[in-house]
């Protein structure tokens, strides 16, 4: 990874993405560019000097230099830039875990993550690892714990009553996980997620949509204005909700345990560990949330 100098020409530096780079690779003629990114993960928007002679005023931004173009999905784009029409809004919607309406949703504060069993020993250990708030069975997808996220304004001066404006509304999301780590699965555990892709870093991507994948993507009906059970102050618009199936690999061996992670004493249990984050991602506004989690196996 480099930095390119800004302070002069504007410079543009693309690459292709893993599908790009496959469909290019196959010769065939199904290789063309229909739409790109833009972000901006460098910038440090508080370098704005309001205070300067006019014209100056971002001028340390527009010189900042900028990251050199990277292929790994999992570092690069992390702030993608949107377009919405409406450019007079006031707010704009978010995504947030929620984890305050049931403890089946609370991560295992204390490590501040959230937990996944991932073998039958692990999960019904005799200490009751599998009771514990924050601790997921990943091996029996019957355990109704499950990750929430809601989308909408999280501003009480928009209020909850008031419908999402359509082009604010979060239809489709995409939920990235190691594919060598776990799988993902519907909020009742009954329904696998369809892979749709799985890049060169063994990161796999899941596109899911409230049309086509209701048991993970529902409109959010709660429009009461306060609840103990909602984390949207103000709008509300849908909720996605899934389970994470542990791999066979993690399940039936120790060689990732052994060469990614650590050994860590978990409510008195000593488990194997191995820390991961799952990115969900907003198709439409682009917001991002990076979900701390960790697969564990009792030694």
Known sequence: MAFLDNSGDIILDAVLTDTGRMRLARGDGSFRIVSFALGDDEIDYSNYTAVTSSGYEDLSILQTPVLEAFTNNASSMKSKLVTIPNNSLLYLPV?????????????????????VAVDESTAVDESGLNNVVGIFNGFNLADAKSFRLDQGIDNSEVPASRALDGFLL??????????RFGSI?????????AVSFIDDDNIASYYLTIDSNPRFVQMNTDLTVTTAQQVIAGSRGSILNFRIKSSIDLES?????TKLGSTKTIESVSCRTLDTFVRVTGQRTGYRVDIPVRFIKKV
């Open 170 to 179: 979060e239809t489709q999301y995409i939920i990235e996980i190691d594919n």
């Open 253 to 257: 061996s120790t060689h990732l345990f």
């Open 95 to 115: 995504v947030k875990l929620n984890e305050v309406y049931s403890n089946d949703h609370k991560r295992y504060n204390t490590d501040n993550v959230f937990v």
């Open 185 to 193: 699965y519907s909020g009742d555990g009954a329904s696998a997620a």
